[in-house]
């Protein structure tokens, strides 16, 4: 009887199963270490850094635009409109066309030599407006329910559970505008100058528009607090919740508003438009805090990616060349918009407010009485009708049908 051969166990398989499962662990060890240096204890770069290095970007956005805008109006062929013939009326007389020149003539303006002026007569106006701003906010929560509703919206992720406000803070300083000062741009908004002999000579502002540039500067403390949870819907819906607490402040802000007119026609009005230079500074100060029991406080990171978010926010609204356009109402003087003089005495705005909401309340309950009264007075009424029309039938000795019988089937009342 021949001896069989015992085949000896393969050693190859085993070691590149155990050498592959030690290199995944030690992978994931990897990135669990470089998450938490790099995510949770690295360190954020100084806020002057930070901001030098956001406005080298906008400048040379900004410049991009410029050159696009440069480019496309020496290429572009430029035809000019033929006027319509349209009959004019021989009563309206017709003003002088109206350029940039004549207006800065006419009012004693030169963009040459003008000095910049301080604007503390509209510090004051602006001041008062957002005080009473303030004051309404602060009034039945109006503020905080519009907060809500738009923060818990449509557009809010599934990753995030309800959002709750827990702090609103709007601030006690106010903005203070200076040295503003009118110079000349052309109908894309760009500036026209005012060197002699360029670019911004008198025959280049003949066809563009005026525009005010302030300085704008604001320190103060604007706070808004969140509370939610970010939720792990995979594999299966709410596997693990994390819940996380925000807070943004804004503590600085700084730049230059430009505000300029867009004249209207007869089909569209007037409108005001508005928008920040490149060169603003805008700081904030964010608080975050993850977790239940274990909690991780003001995490760096977080406050990279918050304050990045923002700042893509602000500049994709109102950033040069960007600009938010808001039309004007009918300026023209109406009856119904007069106040003062005869009428009486106006209130302060607080006190009317308060009695403009119990006048409402009480006209609906006056209302709401006269309805039911309306109701009762119909229902005495047709009561006294058919009373009356049974009296009249009995007069008459008109036989009476139960109520529900058969046809046919009636019942003699003596």
């Given at each position: 009887m021949?001896s069989?051969?015992?085949?000896?166990?393969?050693?190859?398989?085993?070691l590149?199963f155990?050498?592959?499962?030690?290199?995944g662990?030690?992978?994931?060890?990897?990135?669990?270490?470089?998450?938490?240096?790099?995510f949770?204890?690295?360190e954020a770069?100084?806020p002057?850094?930070t901001a030098a290095?956001?406005?080298?970007e906008?400048?040379?956005r900004?410049l991009?635009h410029?050159?696009s805008?440069l480019?496309?109006r020496s290429?572009?062929?430029?035809?000019a409109?033929?006027?319509?013939?349209?009959?004019?009326?021989?009563?309206?007389?017709?003003?002088p066309?109206?350029?940039?020149?004549?207006?800065l003539?006419?009012?004693?303006?030169?963009?040459?030599?003008?000095q910049p002026?301080?604007?503390?007569?509209?510090?004051v106006?602006?001041?008062?407006?957002i005080?009473?701003?303030r004051?309404?906010?602060?009034?039945?929560?109006?503020?905080l329910?519009?907060l809500?509703r738009?923060?818990?919206?449509s557009?809010?992720?599934?990753?995030?559970?309800?959002?709750k406000?827990?702090?609103?803070?709007?601030?006690?300083d106010?903005?203070?505008?200076?040295?503003c000062?009118?110079?000349?741009?052309?109908?894309?908004?760009l500036?026209?100058?005012?060197?002699?002999?360029?670019?911004?000579?008198?025959?280049?502002?003949?066809?563009?528009?005026?525009?005010a540039?302030?300085?704008?500067d604001?320190?103060?403390f604007?706070?808004?607090a969140l509370?939610?949870k970010?939720l792990?819907?995979?594999?299966?819906?709410?596997?693990?919740?994390?819940?996380?607490?925000l807070a943004?402040?804004?503590?600085?802000?700084?730049?230059t508003?430009?505000?300029?007119?867009?004249?209207?026609?007869p089909l569209?009005?007037?409108t005001?438009?508005?928008?920040?230079?490149?060169?603003y500074?805008?700081?904030?100060?964010?608080?975050?805090?993850l977790?239940?029991?274990?909690r991780?406080?003001?995490?760096?990171?977080?406050?990279?990616?918050?304050e990045a978010?923002l700042?893509?926010?602000?500049?994709?609204r109102?950033?040069?060349?960007?600009?938010?356009q808001?039309?004007?109402?009918?300026l023209?003087p109406?009856?119904?918009n007069?106040?003062g003089?005869?009428?009486?005495?106006?209130e302060?705005?607080?006190?009317?407010r308060a009695?403009?909401?119990?006048?409402?309340?009480?006209?609906?309950?006056?209302?709401?009485r006269?309805?039911?009264?309306?109701a009762r007075?119909?229902?005495?009424?047709?009561?006294?009708e058919?009373?009356?029309l049974?009296?009249?039938?009995?007069?008459?000795?008109?036989?009476?049908?139960m109520?529900?019988?058969?046809?046919?089937?009636?019942?003699?009342?003596?």
């Amino acid at each position: 009887m021949s001896s069989t051969e015992v085949p000896l166990p393969k050693t190859e398989s085993s070691l590149s199963f155990t050498q592959g499962l030690l290199l995944g662990q030690l992978s994931i060890v990897i990135l669990i270490g470089a998450f938490i240096k790099f995510f949770i204890f690295g360190e954020a770069p100084s806020p002057d850094v930070t901001a030098a290095l956001r406005a080298t970007e906008r400048r040379s956005r900004t410049l991009a635009h410029k050159r696009s805008l440069l480019s496309l109006r020496s290429t572009a062929q430029r035809q000019a409109s033929q006027p319509l013939n349209r009959k004019r009326s021989n009563v309206l007389r017709g003003p002088p066309p109206l350029t940039t020149t004549t207006i800065l003539n006419k009012t004693y303006y030169n963009v040459d030599s003008h000095q910049p002026e301080s604007l503390d007569w509209f510090n004051v106006l602006i001041a008062q407006t957002i005080a009473q701003f303030r004051s309404d906010a602060q009034h039945d929560d109006a503020i905080l329910t519009s907060l809500t509703r738009a923060l818990n919206g449509s557009s809010r992720p599934d990753f995030l559970d309800e959002i709750k406000v827990t702090e609103i803070s709007l601030g006690e300083d106010f903005p203070i505008f200076s040295n503003c000062r009118v110079i000349p741009v052309d109908e894309d908004g760009l500036s026209l100058g005012t060197g002699r002999g360029g670019e911004g000579g008198s025959a280049g502002r003949d066809h563009g528009r005026l525009q005010a540039r302030m300085d704008v500067d604001l320190n103060d403390f604007i706070t808004l607090a969140l509370e939610t949870k970010l939720l792990l819907n995979y594999p299966k819906p709410l596997v693990a919740v994390l819940p996380v607490a925000l807070a943004v402040s804004v503590v600085r802000f700084s730049g230059t508003l430009s505000i300029s007119f867009v004249p209207g026609s007869p089909l569209n009005a007037t409108t005001l438009a508005f928008s920040f230079l490149d060169d603003y500074r805008l700081d904030f100060s964010i608080r975050s805090l993850l977790g239940s029991r274990s909690r991780l406080q003001d995490l760096p990171k977080i406050a990279q990616l918050v304050e990045a978010r923002l700042h893509t926010w602000f500049d994709e609204r109102c950033v040069e060349p960007r600009f938010q356009q808001i039309e004007l109402p009918n300026l023209w003087p109406r009856k119904k918009n007069t106040r003062g003089g005869d009428d009486a005495p106006s209130e302060p705005a607080s006190i009317s407010r308060a009695k403009g909401k119990e006048f409402e309340r009480d006209l609906r309950h006056e209302a709401r009485r006269e309805v039911e009264a309306e109701a009762r007075a119909k229902a005495d009424e047709d009561r006294v009708e058919q009373e009356g029309l049974r009296l009249r039938r009995r007069a008459r000795g008109e036989e009476y049908a139960m109520p529900g019988s058969m046809p046919g089937l009636s019942m003699n009342i003596t």
